[in-house]
């Protein structure tokens, strides 16, 4: 089966190509192979590269940069993949966002909730679901990281290096996950030949700030730190940033780990596997 993954430079897509199955002949591609944002490049992508399944891994991130700049957030985000759509006649797996939802949920966010997103961001990744056909495969992720990429817990680790101490937002509240399972279960999905909307976030619950604290204390074990400074819980109002984001935003898992029968993975221990790897790094 030939696979063409967007976004190969990224943390998912990394970690999609590292975690490919045996039968899969994977074609990877980043912005400097194809810009998302040219419409005429995607469909010359899906000429050239003829594959069986494309897995778009690639978005348009900047979350807080997007409320200034959502024409271009929305390039990449939908109509790139209403491009994708007409350009590739097969299935099109697609990656979207906990931004989708506005917070206000008493209960985990099943796939079938209504979205309400709160920010440019989440609003071009919405647009970007009303283009999948229902014989594509979405799935909706939250709070990525990956070993080497640019994310919170490497933000974090940095800033531990370097500040006194430090404050994290303790009012919002979801699950992190590691872009390695989430490629695994990206795989099994298409393995299973799923189709319509699933969620993928690692098992638990947390803050911000518990995921902070989290990241120190596994940190200092491993010998990544050699001190430990104080982190004090803050609120969203008192860090305010230029994209509104929800409050609570956790994904219901369910339906993807009963179709799978694998099982769910805590946060805690995924976040270790991912430290170890920083490690190894160097």
């Known amino acids: 089966m030939k696979v063409l ?29 194809c810009d998302l944002a040219d419409a005429d490049a995607i469909t010359a992508l899906i000429r050239d590269s003829a594959p069986d399944l494309v897995i778009n891994a690639a978005a348009y991130t900047a979350v807080d940069k997007a409320e200034a700049d959502e024409e271009t957030a929305r390039a990449i985000n939908a109509d790139a993949v209403a491009a994708l759509v007409a350009a590739h006649p097969g ?31 989440g609003r071009t990744k919405a647009a970007g679901e009303d283009h999948l ?12 990281y990956a070993a080497g990429g640019a994310n919170f817990v490497r933000t ?52 911000w700030y518990d995921f902070a604290v989290a ?3 596994e940190a200092r074990a491993m010998g990544l730190l050699t001190e430990m400074i104080p982190i004090n819980p803050i609120t969203t109002a008192d860090y305010p940033t230029p994209a509104k984001r929800p409050a609570f935003s956790l994904l219901d898992s369910s ?28």
């Open 91 to 121: 299935k099109l797996v697609h990656v979207s966002t906990d931004f989708v939802f506005d917070g206000q949920s008493s209960r985990a966010y099943r796939p079938d909730d209504e979205r309400a997103p709160l920010s440019a961001y």
């Open 255 to 282: 339906k993807t780990r009963e179709l799978l029968g694998d099982g769910y993975t805590h946060w805690r221990l995924n976040l270790w596997h991912m430290l170890r790897e920083e490690k190894a790094l160097g």
């Open 133 to 144: 056909r229902p014989t594509d495969l979405l799935v909706r992720t939250a709070w990525v």
């Open 215 to 217: 990241i120190q204390e």
């Open 5 to 33: 993954v967007t976004g190969a430079s990224g943390q998912l897509g990394g970690a999609l190509v590292v975690t490919a199955p045996a039968g899969a002949e994977v074609h990877a591609v980043d912005r400097a192979a």
């Open 156 to 207: 974090m680790l940095r800033l531990m290096r370097e500040k006194p101490a430090l404050n994290v937002v303790v009012d919002q509240i979801g699950a992190p996950t590691w872009a390695t399972g989430l490629a695994k279960t990206v795989w099994g999905l298409v393995d299973k030949d799923a189709s319509g909307t699933f969620h993928h976030s690692d098992a638990g619950v947390a803050s």
